[in-house]
């Protein structure tokens, strides 16, 4: 992860629309997608349901602002409705 702490959003969006499934930005991406998704799960289920809002410390880089912003938009398509982020 401490490679990629120094990409910035071009770079991060290029290596998404790359059509290379092992872009080394892109898998880390989906690295903290997955991650991300099974802290929201962990969550929830400590919770017992679904919040419809969640607080978040804005990430220190912009990689995982970006992976975080995609898994919220992920949950929210899933759920149906928004998923409301509050950052701090």
């Not at 992860?1 to 120094?6: E, G, L």
């Not at 892109?26 to 017992?48: K, Q, S």
């Not at 607080?55 to 995609?70: G, Q, R, Y």
Request: charged share 20%.
């Amino acid at each position: 992860m401490t490679a990629f702490k120094a990409a910035t959003r071009a770079e991060i969006d290029a290596a998404l629309a790359d059509p290379d499934p092992a872009n080394p930005i892109a898998v880390e991406v989906a690295r903290l997608i997955e991650t991300y998704t099974a802290n929201f799960e962990a969550h929830c289920n400590r919770l017992g349901h679904v919040p419809t809002e969640i607080l978040l410390a804005k990430p220190p880089s912009e990689i995982e602002l970006v992976a975080m912003k995609l898994t919220n938009q992920a949950i929210s398509d899933s759920l149906g409705w928004p998923l409301k982020v509050i950052w701090t």
